[in-house]
């Protein structure tokens, strides 16, 4: 076996094989198996996507009925589990509580049987039918209110968003947010899904896998951007500013909260496709000040460092769409993770069908037959 020379962040070292997504990253060009980003935005539902994800092709119309029904049925979670919520810390970030609950979904759902299709489809259902209604309880619990019960006659964006907001969303705005969904699904084998992929492999249970992944798409440096782009747009504050903001960060070799991408050297079409979504939203509902500040930011940074190829990524818009949709800052991760979870769940699949447990190798850069100093001689 030949020793590859070491590359950080495993740039450009295949980790694994797939068919569920494609991206090129100078056309600007992501496909969920085969299909356009854009296509799906335009056409699709994100429950429709998601199966699409798992299970290799787009449903027949009672198949895709039968996988919402289920979804519907499962939308509940234990009150043990939302008990255990409401003994954590309020001033406790929601990603950490999305972890916690997805990890305790394990004690419920102990049997694990995975290499049984049924065991398979009912981990995906439990998962992706119970983490949105997990986000949107913590955010009631935090609040000091009971959780609002998930509604069956709502869609799975809908529903979601009724149960943050206690609310029913207008059919346009539940209509933008499953869009926001479908985007946010899936994208080859990015850090979370690397991380879901490795927990996979062990063949432990899919509980473990999800929590695993969203412990890693927490980090700024992956989902938890969208956040720092909000408080950045705040600190900017005005278009006159952005300038000597961009100026004095660059100066400082700070990086610019959502932009910049490892495969996309172009702007990222999901944040084409959502800058738009958001121009719709303040279209219908008032503009948002922040809009202008972020265009004046992407013309400025282009400038700059475009030709290093920085430019939006998925987070920089997410947050304007967001904001107008009622979800606190603090959420957009877990909102984030409540749609990859369908990408999450179709490479566990994916690795199952063809595990090998992960283990690389690693170049030893440290001491040999080094002394041991009793404590009293250091
Ligand atoms: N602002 C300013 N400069 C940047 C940025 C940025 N956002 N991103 C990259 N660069 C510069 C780096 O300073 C570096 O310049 P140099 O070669 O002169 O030193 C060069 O571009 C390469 O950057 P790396 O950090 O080495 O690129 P890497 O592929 O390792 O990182 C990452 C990609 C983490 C996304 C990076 O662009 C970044 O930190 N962006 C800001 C955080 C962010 O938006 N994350 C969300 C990504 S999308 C997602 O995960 C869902």
Request: with cysteine.
């Amino acid at each position: 076996m030949t020793v590859c020379e070491y590359r950080p962040g495993l740039e450009g070292v295949p980790a694994t094989q797939s068919s569920i997504s494609y991206v090129d990253g100078l056309a600007g060009i992501l496909e969920y198996r085969g299909i356009p980003i854009e296509n799906l935005a335009e056409q699709s539902t994100f429950l429709e996507t998601a199966y699409l994800l798992i299970w290799g092709e787009l449903p027949k119309a009672a198949e895709l009925a039968d996988f919402e029904h289920e979804i519907t049925y499962h939308r509940r979670v234990k009150y043990r589990i939302r008990d255990m919520m409401k003994c954590f810390p309020d001033s406790g970030h929601p990603m950490d509580a999305l972890q916690a609950s997805a990890a305790a979904l394990g004690l419920f759902y102990s049997r694990r049987a995975l290499d049984d299709p049924t065991y398979i489809r009912a981990a995906v259902v439990r998962l992706l039918a119970k983490i949105p209604t997990m986000v949107a309880a913590f955010q009631l619990i935090r609040k000091g209110n009971d959780p609002v019960m998930p509604a069956d006659r709502l869609s799975y964006g809908a529903n979601f968003l009724y149960m943050l907001n206690e609310q029913e969303p207008d059919p346009f705005s539940a209509r933008i947010f499953d869009v926001c969904l479908m985007l946010h699904a899936e994208h080859t084998i990015n850090a979370s899904t690397f991380s879901a992929r490795v927990t996979a492999s062990t063949l432990t249970d899919p509980y473990a896998v999800v929590a695993s992944a969203v412990g890693t798409l927490a980090g700024p440096l992956h989902g938890g951007a969208s956040e720092d782009v909000i408080e950045m747009l705040e600190e900017i504050g005005s278009v006159a500013n952005v300038a000597p903001f961009l100026a004095q960060r660059l100066t400082h070799k700070g990086k610019i909260a959502g932009f910049g991408h490892r495969v996309y050297k172009v702007k990222d079409p999901r944040a084409t496709i959502l800058q738009k979504l958001a121009e719709t939203l303040f279209e219908k509902f008032g503009s948002d000040s922040y809009y202008d500040v972020a265009v004046a930011l992407e013309q400025a940074v282009a400038q700059e460092l475009g030709h290093k190829g920085i430019y939006p990524n998925v987070d920089f818009y997410s947050g304007l769409v967001y904001r107008r949709l009622g979800i606190p800052t603090d959420l957009f991760t877990p909102v984030f993770a409540i749609a990859r979870v369908a990408g999450w769940l179709a490479h566990w699949k994916e690795q199952l069908e063809a595990n090998r447990i992960y283990r690389p190798t690693q170049i030893y850069a440290g001491l040999h037959q080094a002394a041991y100093i009793p404590i009293g001689d250091r």
